[in-house]
């Protein structure tokens, strides 16, 4: 089972629709979760981080983490064709090694 | 400008030719990590150094070596490289901060291809 779940997609959706991205994991021991965006050919960049239960907005983007689902997702609202890229989640446990462990993505089209 | 630097950006060899790939950043952080990316296997961890001579391997450490002499840099060594470690690789670092995991900031990304 992989620690980290994402449907590959694409996820297509239309300009100024809002998007949803939803990646679940397996380790209980998380503490932290971030979504990084990743445009073809280029690294993965951060754009939202979450530690707590519930919903973190920053402009067009929303966190949101159920610990006890085990799940968290990552709207964004008006989307534009520049928000098409590869959306990765990742989460750190409780280490002590700082490492993340990421999923395969979600490649998002947004379509004008 | 705040910012992770690889080299070489891309690279052909030849099975068994030693390469080295140099990492730097200039963000004083303390905290330096390798990855790789393959398709459908997503970011995976290879090395990763918590500070000056400290390093530990990550989840796929085999057939790579690193060095960690200056806080600022962070080389990735294939001593004889093999095809099965074509990929994409990043260097990322990240400051030091009690209770905050994984704010990772990435280099470019260096396409390496071994035939």
């Known amino acids: 089972q992989k620690e980290v779940e994402q449907n590959s997609g694409p996820l297509s959706v239309p300009e100024g629709a809002i998007a949803s991205l939803n990646c679940t994991y397996s380790d209980q021991g998380s503490q932290s979760f971030f979504w990084y965006r990743q445009y073809s050919g280029k690294s993965p960049e951060l754009i939202m981080f979450i530690y707590s239960n519930g919903d973190k907005e920053d402009g067009r983007f929303t966190a949101q983490l159920n610990k006890a689902s085990q799940y968290v997702s990552l709207l964004i609202r008006d989307s534009q064709p520049s928000d098409s890229a590869t959306y990765l989640c990742a989460f750190g446990g409780d280490t002590g090694r700082r490492a993340l462990t990421f999923g395969s993505g979600t490649r998002l089209q947004v379509q004008p | 400008e705040a910012q992770v630097t690889q080299n070489p950006r891309y690279l052909i060899t030849v099975t068994g030719k030693k390469l080295t790939v140099t990492c730097s950043q200039n963000m004083n952080h303390e905290y330096m990590s390798w990855y790789r990316q393959d398709p459908g296997l997503g970011l995976r961890q290879i090395y990763y150094s918590m500070n000056v001579e400290v390093t530990d391997k990550g989840d796929v450490p085999e057939g790579y070596k690193v060095s960690r002499k200056e806080k600022r840099n962070f080389p990735l060594i294939l001593e004889s490289p093999s095809p099965n470690q074509t990929s994409l690789y990043f260097c990322?670092?990240?400051?030091?901060?009690?209770?905050?995991?994984?704010?990772?900031?990435f280099g470019e990304g260096s396409r390496l291809t071994v035939l």
């Open positions: 990322a670092s990240s400051p030091r901060l009690a209770g905050r995991v994984g704010e990772l900031f």
